[in-house]
Structure formats: structure tokens, C-alpha cells
């Protein structure tokens, strides 16, 4: 790395996939934490106030359904950090378009984030803080509901936006829900169009964050580092903190501090975590039946399989492959998971090697 004592020329904190909502009758079997979805935030963005980035970055699915109600109430606690001299800069998500048109979006959302440059057709637009540009990109565009993708007109908008940053020797930050670099056969996590990497590469993007995973993985390719950031309603709630020092970065993970919130809601979340993990086992022992492991294997298929959860969960996974894939009971979890989304998708981050997930340091 480069002189760490050199002048921080940015900092930022950023996180993905909040799913804010306010509805009373959310459904929060999977992630507890919705239940005190407005709890969380108020404590997150106090959090982020007193830390004072330039900047706080969510890549998608800000609510978890796009109700107006929903929106006005994420935008109002997101106002706050603006007004203590934050730079707010969202993406879309494929959430945030359910129940909110092109036309909501700018009216509810833009006051906020005030884009600079602003592309036709997409929700995509530029920000640029300090030294650094950030591409702000509605990668949604897709109606399929199942990954993401660019129209032509937004790629050839892209192109013409990277060349004129690029020649203005600025650094180069692409924010997207989806992700650049994931190998995904099925589609369900990447966006589609294949000339994406190419063009970001040819242009000297070096970093992306993108989110819709909601956990946190760090890819790299070539010279390209994606991160994809972490749900923090779901354990282990955390956030990223980007720090620049002129050309060196260097990014880390924090806990969001629930300790903010009431004592007895903190209590109620992480009861019901607890008891979500035992779900889970529970749900993959149906699977095991369904697909017909033999019974004396299927405890130690679920203890692999919750393992790999922990480890995903807290982006160690990528230290742990090869003990994975050396487990007695591998092969039949694999099995076991084969006519599901698991079992290809834990095989596409198996072959993709994740980076450690909290922390990264590298020369932009």
C-alpha cells in the first residue's frame, strides 16, 4: 500500500438491500429484524451520522416493496444525513419496483439525491463526490424479475459517461444492484449483458458494489474488485466503511450498532434469529427427504450445510472451500441441493473463490 499518511480524499459507508418498510403485517420469518425495519434504520443512520462519511451508498432494494408510504418514511430518515453534510446516493433493486413507477421514483427519491447526469431511459444517473464518480445504475430495467440487465441505449449512455470521467482522471466507483462479476449460469444474481465487464475494464473501473445476495462476498477479476454488500437486517448486520487516501483504498466491515435500540426489541430480534436457524435445519431436512439422502446421512448433510451458512454469512466462506468440498458429506449435499437454487448457487461461489469479506486494501 501507499503512505497511509496521506490526506483522505474520500469516506464512505455503504450497505445494500435494506428492505425498509413500515407495513405492520411484513412478513419477517426469514429476517426478524423487518419486524423493527424502522428501529434498525434510525439506529443505522445515527450510527453513519456520528462516523461522518462524504458519502452512504445503498446498491438496491432500499424498500421492500416500494410502497409511497415506504419511501417517504426511508427518504425522511435519509434527509437527516443529509442534512448533517452526507452525500445520499442510491441504486434501484428489483424490489424497489414493485409497487413504484419510473415517475415515483424520481419524485419521491431525486430531491434527495440531486443526480448531476442523468440517463433517458433508466433510473441511472452520476454523482460525483470529492475526486471520485460514482455510477448510480438501474440495472432493474429488467422485467423479467429475475436478474438484471441494461438497455442499449443505457449501455451506449454508460459508454459515453465513462469516457468523459475517464478522461477527466477521475476515479471510478460502479453501483449496481446485481452483480458484475458473479459466475451465475441460471442469471439470478448477475447482470446480463455480457459486454458489461469488457467495457468497465476498457474504461479503468477497478471497484463496484453491488448487493441482492444480502450477504457479504468480495470477487475479484483481473484488476476489478466487486463487493457485494451485506443485508443489515440479517445477521451479523453490518456495513462497509470505504476509506481513499488519493489512489490507495482500503475497505473494512462494521457492525451495525443495535444496541441503539431498545433493549427489549435487540432481545426479541436475536431470539428470533436463534430460532430461525433451527427453521432453517428444519427446511433442509425436507429437502434431504424430498430428494431421497440416505437417513444416516442427513444430519451431517444439515451440519455442512449451516456451516456454510455461518461462513457465507460472515464472508469467511472463501477460507473454507477447500475444507467444504473435502467434507465426507459434501457430495450428498450437493446432491441433495441439485434440483434447487442452493446447490447451483453454492457451487457458482465455490468456483468464484470469494475474498475474505470484511476488509480489502488495494492501489486504484
Known amino acids: 500500500m501507499g503512505n497511509r499518511h496521506e490526506q483522505e480524499t474520500l469516506r464512505a459507508v455503504i450497505t445494500s438491500d435494506l428492505h425498509f418498510t413500515v407495513q405492520s403485517d411484513v412478513n419477517g420469518d426469514i429476517v426478524p429484524a423487518m419486524y423493527y425495519a424502522r428501529q434498525v434504520t434510525e439506529a443505522m443512520a445515527s450510527q453513519v451520522i456520528e462516523m461522518k462519511p462524504d458519502v452512504f451508498i445503498m446498491t438496491g432494494d432500499n424498500t421492500n416493496s416500494g410502497r409511497r408510504k415506504d419511501i417517504i418514511a426511508l427518504t425522511d430518515i435519509l434527509q437527516k444525513m443529509k442534512d448533517a453534510g452526507i452525500t445520499v446516493i442510491l441504486t434501484t433493486g428489483n424490489h424497489d419496483k414493485d409497487l413504484c413507477t419510473k415517475e415515483m421514483y424520481e419524485e419521491l427519491y431525486f430531491p434527495l439525491l440531486e443526480p448531476e447526469e442523468r440517463d433517458a431511459e433508466t433510473l441511472s444517473y452520476i454523482k460525483t463526490v470529492n475526486d471520485t464518480v460514482f455510477f448510480a445504475m438501474d440495472d432493474s430495467y429488467c422485467t423479467s424479475g429475475v436478474g438484471g440487465s441494461f438497455p442499449a441505449s443505457t449501455m451506449t449512455w454508460l459508454k459515453e459517461q465513462l469516457k468523459i470521467q475517464k478522461k477527466l482522471g477521475h476515479k471510478i466507483i460502479f453501483l449496481s444492484h446485481h452483480s458484475v462479476l458473479t459466475e451465475d449460469s441460471r442469471?439470478?444474481?448477475?447482470?446480463?449483458?455480457?459486454d458489461l465487464y469488457k467495457l468497465l475494464k476498457d474504461y479503468g473501473v477497478e471497484l463496484c458494489f453491488s448487493g441482492h445476495q444480502h450477504n457479504q462476498v468480495i470477487l475479484h477479476k483481473q484488476k476489478m474488485y466487486e463487493i457485494i454488500s451485506g443485508m443489515p437486517m440479517m445477521r451479523p448486520h453490518t456495513m462497509g466503511v470505504l476509506e481513499c487516501f488519493d489512489r490507495d483504498f482500503v475497505y473494512h466491515t462494521e457492525m451495525v450498532d443495535l444496541a441503539r435500540m431498545d433493549a427489549d426489541i435487540l432481545s426479541n430480534i436475536l431470539d428470533k434469529e436463534n430460532?430461525?436457524?433451527?427453521?432453517?435445519?428444519?427446511v433442509f431436512r425436507g429437502i434431504c427427504e424430498r430428494e431421497g439422502t440416505d437417513p444416516g446421512r442427513v444430519d451431517g448433510v444439515l451440519d455442512l450445510v449451516m456451516r456454510y451458512f455461518a461462513w457465507?454469512?460472515?464472508?469467511?466462506?472463501?477460507?473454507h472451500i477447500s475444507e467444504i468440498r473435502r467434507d465426507p458429506y459434501y457430495e450428498d449435499m450437493m446432491a441433495a441441493l441439485k434440483n434447487t437454487n442452493y446447490g447451483p448457487w453454492i457451487s457458482s461461489v465455490l468456483k468464484a473463490k470469494p475474498l475474505p469479506a470484511d476488509h480489502l486494501e488495494f492501489r486504484y
Not at 442469471?187 to 455480457?194: E, L, Q
Not at 430460532?275 to 428444519?282: I, L
Not at 457465507?312 to 477460507?319: I, M, N, P, S
Open 312 to 319: 457465507y454469512g460472515d464472508g469467511t466462506v472463501g477460507d
Open 275 to 282: 430460532q430461525r436457524n433451527e427453521e432453517m435445519r428444519t
Open 187 to 194: 442469471g439470478y444474481y448477475r447482470i446480463k449483458n455480457n
